[in-house]
Structures are given as C-alpha cells and as structure tokens.
C-alpha cells in the first residue's frame, strides 16, 4: 500500500483515475507498486493529472502527492522507472 501523510493526497488521485477511467491504476493506489509498469502508470497518472488540473489551485497538493509516490516507487526499487517517466 501506497502511504500518504493525508487523506487528500489519495483522494485526489482516485479522483482522478475515476475521471481517467483508470480501474487498474487504483489497485495501484489501494497496493502499490508491484513491477516497472506499476510504477510507470502511477507516473503517467501522476502527470496527467498536473495538465488536467492546470487551472486549478492544487500545486501544495500536488507536491505532496509527487512526494509519496516517488518515494514509494524508490522504495520498491522503481525510482528509475518514475524519473524517466517525466514529461
């Protein structure tokens, strides 16, 4: 499992797989990161969400939540596989 330091941070990315119709990355969410194309997805999400929400006021948010899931994928031993999913 994903830890977060708030609800928020986890409510806003199952916000927005939901919207991204995006089933499997919620088991992501709800299991974490078990493989490179876990990791991969979780980043995709992760920056799409940054374009989608360009007029909203979330960036604090949006910070933490980079935080979480970069160290989550470090700690997994996908840090690589995130870096390089970087736009």
């Not at 977060?4 to 199952?14: D, Q, R, T």
Request: net charge negative; glycine share 4%; charged share 30%.
């Amino acid at each position: 499992m994903i830890e977060f330091n708030n609800i928020n941070e986890k409510e806003l990315l199952i916000h927005y797989a939901a919207k991204f119709e995006d089933v499997e990355v919620v088991n992501i969410i709800e299991n974490g990161v078990n493989n490179s194309s876990d990791a991969e997805r979780l980043a995709k999400l992760y920056w799409a969400i940054v374009d989608d929400s360009v007029n909203e006021d979330i960036e604090r948010l949006l910070e933490k939540v980079y935080t979480s899931l970069h160290i989550h994928c470090g700690n997994r031993g996908y840090s690589d596989v995130w870096d390089s999913s970087i736009p």
